[in-house]
């Protein structure tokens, strides 16, 4: 048990007054916020932060000894930048323009304020992130660092809460404290258990978990007795679950239902703070100093050559796995995290050879993607792979992790109708689409071994979100070993002066395009093909080249048409008159052969053939 001094909880509630203002200050200049959830959680966190718990170096932010802080529960926001001024680190007259369009105090908390760890407000993410940090200082970094993840009760019925519970456990993540804010009220009602913290504690207990109780999340002794209990360091995180009250501190709103993400009413406002009066904006709190540590240098060094000759059958799956395991001495932070499939994804390759660098994440794709961020954000180079349709589940974390600054790398394998005899449930064929959507994220899809190796090399090297496409069969190695390849570039791999028309295909269709072009040649028709290896960004040069010097533009991709490389291309020439036509997955996939279901879909060279004199002969007439 800790017993509070008299000063020092004195000095906590001082702040926890002053926070309060803060928060309804806050919301009442912006018009808008959720005060009311923020409230509920104030005196928690200034135990946290302020009360002798929470360590950190202010004028070290970046010193890896650091505690780290996640609002999971981002609308919280008004609580969150209020600490941060409690810390000396917000002028107070800055949080008068949370919201304000160009403010870095936005709705929910993003890399635009420096101090954010992890940008949230989609709920159930924060848990999952805060998991990667907790690798990382764990594992990679054995650094004394401890995160803290603010949790609402209303996202604990988010099924990447329990992915996150069970991963915790089961790395042993005593570095990871949870702080669940069991305020009753979501935003229409109640929530599932209201205040009731024994359902939370029998659900989360058998999942390897310690659970403190504060049966007052506003009394600062028992606030301040929970943490006293942290350190055990048994191998199990922790979970604080803590009785709090909506809204506390304006009597006419607590624990009541309605108000979320309102500002509370002028009258209330005036009374409330009336009430909360006194000792000024000049009260600030301090943190405890993070534990002496010296971290390891750890040094770059030139990888060994690539060992592929033209004309040899490799996956680029298997590339993938070679280059992952290939480079990790040119990138010492590199790390993989894959979703028990890593035998057919080949990160196994690098698994063998850097155990200590590899995570295995299970099949909890939302979770996986949450802590991949976790570990970007610690400076981590993070691959994360598993089949290219199962990163569909993943698309809210994935679309989150920009906004975090989190620089996370994703392959997905087993892509189009080409895998075969799977089936549908397998087939990745939204995979390029997704990654489209992501602003200033890259998409890449290689042909070969070569390019895939190269392509892997710079989205290591690239800060930034990147997507990567493996093809699970076999295709023969195009290029050479000294072959140049760059984000934004593509391959011109067939021209003459004479062509009639471009095929332009990337990863798998490539190998169809060429075929195609052998047999289009004997007809007498002369057609370019282009490897677009690089989908996002795209070379609309090379392809506007392409446009102007030939009469007819096929685009060939194992992915549906919405949102794939032949969108890409009308996108690049929407302004150019020679005509484009898109072959893509059109039709529901079925189990069968690859080679049966590309011919199928009109993909392979065959089709492509057909394709293409249909449109010339109609171009004669």
Excluded at 124 to 151: D, N
Excluded at 229 to 250: S, Y
Excluded at 414 to 420: F, K, P, Q, T
């Amino acid at each position: 048990m800790s017993i509070l001094s008299d000063h020092r909880s004195d000095h906590l509630d001082a702040i926890s007054r002053q926070v309060r203002r803060w928060i309804l200050q806050s919301t009442a200049a912006a018009d808008s916020g959720h005060p009311t959830s923020s409230l509920s959680a104030v005196e928690l966190m200034v135990n946290l932060m302020f009360g002798g718990v929470y360590r950190f170096a202010p004028n070290q932010p970046e010193c890896p000894a650091n505690d780290h802080l996640i609002f999971s529960k981002g609308h919280a926001s008004p609580l969150y930048y209020s600490l941060w001024a409690a810390a000396g680190l917000v002028k107070p007259e800055q949080l008068s323009s949370y919201r304000q369009f160009g403010s870095q105090l936005e709705g929910h908390p993003t890399s635009r304020f420096e101090l954010t760890e992890a940008a949230t407000g989609s709920l159930g993410q924060g848990l999952s992130i805060g998991v990667g940090m907790a690798i990382s200082a764990k594992y990679l970094e054995h650094s004394p660092s401890r995160t803290f993840v603010l949790i609402g009760d209303s996202e604990m019925a988010e099924g990447s809460q329990w992915e996150a519970l069970q991963l915790a456990s089961h790395y042993k993540l005593d570095n990871l404290i949870g702080i669940l804010d069991v305020n009753r009220l979501g935003q229409r009602g109640e929530t599932m258990y209201g205040h009731d913290l024994e359902a939370y504690r029998e659900r989360i207990e058998p999942f390897g978990w310690r659970c403190i109780l504060i049966e007052d999340g506003h009394d600062s002794q028992q606030i301040s007795d929970a943490y006293a209990e942290l350190g055990r360091d048994d191998g199990r995180p922790v979970m604080l679950i803590a009785r709090t009250i909506k809204g506390k501190g304006v009597p006419s709103i607590e624990d009541e239902g309605g108000y979320h993400g309102k500002p509370v009413d002028d009258d209330a406002f005036a009374r409330t703070m009336a009430r909360l009066s006194g000792g000024g904006e000049s009260i600030l709190g301090e943190f405890e100093k993070p534990l002496a540590y010296q971290s390891d240098a750890k040094e770059s060094r030139r990888p060994d050559p690539m060992d592929y000759h033209v004309g040899a059958e490799v996956a680029t799956r298997d590339a993938y796995g070679n280059a992952l395991k290939r480079l990790a001495v040119r990138y010492p932070e590199l790390i993989a995290l894959d979703g028990e499939v890593c035998n057919s994804t080949r990160a196994k390759t690098f698994r063998d050879a850097f155990p200590d660098r590899f995570f295995e994440m299970f099949i909890a794709e939302q979770n996986m993607v949450g802590a991949a961020t976790g570990l970007a954000l610690r400076g981590k180079t993070v691959f994360v792979s598993t089949f290219a349709a199962f990163l569909s589940r993943a698309f809210d974390q994935i679309r989150m992790a920009p906004y975090s600054g989190a620089p996370v790398k994703f392959v997905g394998s087993h892509c189009g109708v080409s895998i075969g005899q799977d089936g549908p449930s397998q087939m990745g064929l939204e995979d390029i689409a997704m990654f489209r959507t992501i602003q200033n994220g890259i998409v890449l899809y290689p042909s070969d071994a070569v390019a895939t190796e190269c392509l892997v090399d710079l989205m290591a090297a690239h800060n930034g979100i990147a997507y990567l496409r493996t093809t699970r069969g076999k295709t023969p190695v195009i290029y050479d070993r000294s072959d140049h390849f760059e984000i934004g570039g593509c391959k011109v791999l067939r021209k003459s002066t004479g062509d009639k028309v471009t095929l332009i295909g990337a990863g798998i269709t490539v190998h169809e395009c060429l075929n195609a072009h052998g047999v289009l040649q004997k007809s007498g028709i002369a057609c370019r093909v282009i490897d677009l290896y690089s989908i996002k960004p795209l070379d609309h040069a090379t392809v506007r080249k392409a446009a102007d010097e030939t009469e007819h533009l096929f685009t060939v991709e194992d992915h549906f048409p919405e949102g794939g490389l032949g969108e890409a291309i009308l996108t690049s020439l929407s302004d150019h008159p020679t005509p484009v036509s898109c072959l893509a997955v059109r039709r529901r996939p079925i189990s069968g052969k690859p080679e049966e279901l590309l011919n199928a879909e009109g993909l392979s060279a065959e089709k492509i053939v057909d394709a293409v004199i249909r449109a010339v002969q109609r171009n004669d007439r």
